[in-house]
């Protein structure tokens, strides 16, 4: 089986930065005997928002071999190793996947329940949303029950984001140049059967500051008691500063640590396994502190009986987790001899490599925390090898029915 087609550009003329990414593709497919490329998925930077629905219907046009489009909007675009900083960039990727194996859904298209559609059956799926929608945490899980492994990734997208989701019978229309396939609220991507194999790991970038905690008491996104403790003496303890009129900088030094410092929010006694911060953990921004009820206010309403794990971004601590989930995914590729018979060893030999990636980072990682331009994507390919890859910068990743907004999300698409 082949690499999955890429091609990206940028240009102050988005028909122009289109273009170019059509050439490359054509380029790409010419060389190469393949099946028909069905899927399209499509990234675009924020800059590009205003021109989605024209953008979309060239495409369209000039690819006339892809009938079915998703993608979404993000703060900035990567490809390859490459993060494009303009904002008049996009990326494709062009998946040679049957149709019978995939289904591209929307709010006018929504996924059916899982087993409610004859012939398919969603396993995994790609999501894409805005940050702002409503009941977020509730819509996640209602989607994730439609899909039989659970196995959700993805990205949202700022308020002004948009989306892609155009279905085949669209394509008409959309060639007309009629306003379809464009989304700017909802849920849309496209959700894959199990003949479609991807898998999905989440990088985390934090090093934990020491053991969980219980959180025994919150209000919204305030948490008032650690373990039975006012949560604010708590924390300052474990930065090893104080916060009084007494001390030195009173309340500069405490606040110059605190800005360092983040509060990953976990089940109870879990998000945390051998010193690392586990997929369960959602980090979460420190945004202020109550002084009057000692408390910590973070970025989003947290609940008792979970566990909060303080922790810090660290460069080191976030160059080995990426090496470490590259070495994961080579071992997931090795082929498995445990449970294979005689019948089915020969095609349990048969290797695995990667056909396409899509990875969605976060603002605050790149070159902020991995120390130069584009430095984050080539560990990628150091960890992974060559292989075709697009993604975004957004506002938050998704990965299962978990939000994160600090995290890197890579899925790796395999065939044999």
């Known amino acids: 089986m082949s690499l999955f087609p890429v091609a990206h550009a940028s240009h102050e003329d988005w028909r122009a930065a289109t273009e170019q990414v059509v050439l490359q593709l054509r380029g790409q497919l010419l060389r190469q005997s393949l099946q028909p490329h069905r899927l399209g998925l499509v990234y675009i930077a924020q800059g590009l928002v205003p021109h989605a629905q024209p953008l979309l219907a060239l495409l369209a046009r000039e690819l006339p071999q892809v009938t079915d489009w998703v993608g979404s909007s993000g703060h900035a675009v990567l490809a390859m190793e490459h993060e494009y900083s303009e904002s008049s960039s996009l990326a494709v990727m062009l998946l040679d996947l049957p149709a019978a194996h995939y289904r591209v859904y929307s709010g006018v298209a929504p996924l059916a329940q ?13 999501v894409h949303s805005s940050i702002d929608q409503p009941d977020l945490a509730e819509l996640l899980l209602e989607l994730s029950e439609r899909i039989s492994s659970g196995n959700l990734f993805g990205a949202l997208s700022s308020e002004q984001g948009v989306q892609f989701a155009c279905r085949a019978e669209d394509l008409p229309r959309l060639r007309a140049q009629a306003s379809v396939g464009i989304f700017h609220a909802g849920f849309s991507g496209v959700a894959f059967d199990a003949d479609v194999a991807c898998i999905s790991r989440l990088a985390q970038g934090c090093a934990p500051l020491g053991a969980g905690l219980e959180i025994t008491e919150a209000r919204g996104p305030v948490v008032l008691e650690l373990e039975g403790e006012p949560a604010l003496p708590r924390l300052l303890q474990m930065l090893d500063v104080e916060a009084s009129p007494s001390a030195g900088g009173g309340w500069q030094a405490a606040l110059s640590q605190l800005r360092k ?150 899925t790796v698409f395999t065939g044999k």
């Open 114 to 126: 899982s087993g409610a559609e004859a012939g398919f059956e969603a396993h995994s799926a790609l």
């Open 261 to 410: 410092t983040q509060a990953a929010i976990a089940p109870l006694g879990r998000g945390l396994e051998r010193g690392a911060l586990t997929d369960e953990a959602q980090v979460l921004h420190i945004v202020g502190l109550d002084p009057v009820r000692q408390g910590v206010a973070l970025s989003s309403p947290v609940e008792a009986e979970h566990t909060v794990i303080f922790c810090q971004r660290q460069s080191s601590a976030a160059r080995h987790e990426l090496m470490q989930m590259g070495a994961a995914l080579k071992d997931a590729l090795q082929p498995d001899f445990a449970d294979a018979g005689p019948e089915t060893m020969a095609e349990a030999a048969q290797p695995q490599h990667i056909r396409g990636a899509i990875y969605v980072s976060s603002k605050g990682r790149g070159s902020e925390l991995f120390g130069g331009a584009d430095a984050e994507l080539k560990l990628l390919r150091h960890a992974l090898g060559p292989v075709p890859l697009i993604g975004l910068v957004a506002e938050a990743q998704l990965m299962d029915a978990h939000v994160h907004q600090l995290a890197g999300v890579l």
